[in-house]
């Protein structure tokens, strides 16, 4: 009975009362929001919002302005371009309505109404995206076919955005043509590809064709530079070359680079170009042309020096080769097109270093450089001590810098200039034979031949005595 007549209140109802007053909801804990990465957050919304793509962007403009909007789309190019995206601005340009509900397609798209947010959102029932990749076959197709019989719900166009089209069966393209071909009204296909040389050029012949360019390396750090002061990050400009380098002319690779080098330093009040190095492996620049140096002046002791303290802050010796045939194409430009030294397409360091280098090397002299070091590259992917292939292959390098090139080789013979005689050689020392190796085989013959058991053997043959032979028959005797 302990406890029935305890003075202690008893515990608060957990649910509403009797009259009416609900009870105070348990807290909840507030969760931190979902971390958006650059690459999506930066996400262009409009045509003005690419970079690299001026053609592109003005033909859909002019096509827009004119009312010559295609069927069907097709872009191509390499990851990372804006094909997706640019899709994505085409279906919102399509069935925009403005702001007061009222508008017409346009190519600047309002992005407040109902259908923009819904596009941005991806949550739109006309706009259906696919990814061709794990939607292969002839089903697939089919459906999208069938869909595209029934008007749209709440746009204005339905658009079928199709990615990576040429993962696509043959039958899933025999399939699609024919509404390709003649779609409804109501209907735009927009197609995205990395690997045109797939898609049949039945597709290609019934779409419009734009090949989406790699973005500029000046071009991607000028919109890194804008992206990290969005971000309030401070970040050298070495290192936005660094990283717009290594983007190789794709703008979601280098927004990915550069928010993994925010990650890499948080406490950093300054992202610098030797932290960005390390995150990428590289080797420092200045390191790549203290190397170039080495080599033209054959330097074995220097280049190995060079190499030895690379590989000591990170830099994988196969990427350091990398960047050292990079180099070499770089300098070759710059001897072709003397222009480029004063050309923004190119870092300061590459400008000024690498102009002094292009005037003291010849072209036949790079152009070597250039085969030997592709032909280090593939011993170092398939040598089981990488490091010791690198060492090899500089010293190589190093050991061939002040040979002759082959067009000098001919201009001194041609000229009748000198040339190195090789030092004489001992003559090869001559063993003697055996008998038996110098013809004892042909004696030991004929000594059987002349042995009286081989003359009574042929005598006692009566198939062909000596004297019916067929051919000694005619032959007249001696005198």
């Known amino acids: 009975m302990a406890g029935l007549f305890d003075d202690d209140p008893p515990p608060p109802p957990s649910g509403p009362s009797l ?12 969760s931190a929001p979902a971390y958006r990465v650059l690459a999506r957050k930066y996400r262009p919304t409009h045509f003005d919002d690419l970079i690299g793509q001026d053609g592109l962007v003005r033909t859909l403009r002019n096509a827009f302005a004119m009312n010559r909007i295609a ?52 949550r739109h029932p006309d706009v259906i995206e696919m990814d061709a990749a794990s939607n292969t076959g002839v ?38 043509l024919k509404t390709l071909e003649e779609p409804p009204p109501h209907v735009k296909f927009i197609f995205a590809t990395t690997e045109i ?3 049949p050029i039945t597709i290609l012949s019934r779409c419009q064709r734009f090949d989406l360019k790699r973005v500029p390396i000046d071009t991607l750090a000028a919109h890194f530079a804008k992206v990290a002061a969005a971000e309030a990050i401070s970040i050298e400009p070495g290192a936005l070359d660094a990283i717009a380098r290594a983007a190789d002319g794709s703008v979601r690779d280098g927004l ?32 790549v042309f203290d190397l170039m140096d080495a080599i033209a002046a054959g330097n074995t002791a220097q280049a190995l020096g060079v ?29 072709s ?24 090397l010849s072209i036949p002299w790079l152009g070597r450089l250039w085969q030997m070091l592709q032909k280090g590259l593939a011993d170092i992917d398939q040598a089981t001590d990488r490091r010791a292939c690198a060492d090899m292959v500089l010293i190589r390098l190093c050991f061939v810098a002040d040979a002759p090139t082959p067009g000098d080789l001919l201009r001194q013979l041609r000229d009748g200039a000198p040339t190195p005689t090789p030092a004489p050689q001992p003559p090869p020392l001559q063993r003697r034979r055996p008998v038996a190796a110098r ?26 005595p000596p004297d019916a032979h067929p051919l000694r028959a005619n032959r007249r005797p001696r005198s």
């Open 197 to 199: 040389r797939k898609v």
């Open 19 to 30: 009259f009416g007053d609900d009870a105070a909801p348990d807290p909840v804990p507030e």
């Open 71 to 122: 069927h069907g789309f097709m872009f191509t190019g390499v990851r990372g371009v804006g094909k997706t995206t640019t899709a994505r601005i085409i279906a919102r340009a399509l069935n925009c309505i403005g702001p007061d509900g009222t508008g017409s397609a346009t190519a600047d798209p309002c992005g407040v109404c109902a259908n923009c947010r819904s596009i941005l959102e991806d």
């Open 307 to 335: 190499l030895d303290h690379a590989h000591d802050n990170g830099a994988e010796p196969g990427q350091v080769m990398q960047d050292l045939l990079g180099l070499t194409h770089t300098l070759s430009r710059l001897k």
């Open 256 to 287: 990915s680079l550069l928010d993994q080098a925010i990650a890499l330093g948080p406490d950093a009040a300054t992202i610098t170009s030797d932290a960005v190095a390390t995150m990428l492996g590289l080797a420092d620049r200045s390191m």
């Open 337 to 360: 097109i003397p222009s480029l030294a004063t050309s923004s397409a190119l870092p300061e360091l590459e400008r000024t270093r690498g102009r002094a280098l292009a005037e003291q």
């Open 439 to 464: 013809g004892g085989q042909r004696r030991a013959h004929q000594q059987r031949r002349r042995s009286p058991r081989a003359n009574s053997r042929r005598e006692r043959n009566p198939i062909h």
């Open 139 to 176: 089903d697939d197709v089919r459906a999208i076919i069938d869909a595209t019989q029934f008007k749209p719900m709440m746009a204005r166009t339905k658009v079928f955005i199709i990615d990576e089209v040429h993962m696509l069966s043959r039958n899933a393209f025999n399939a699609l």
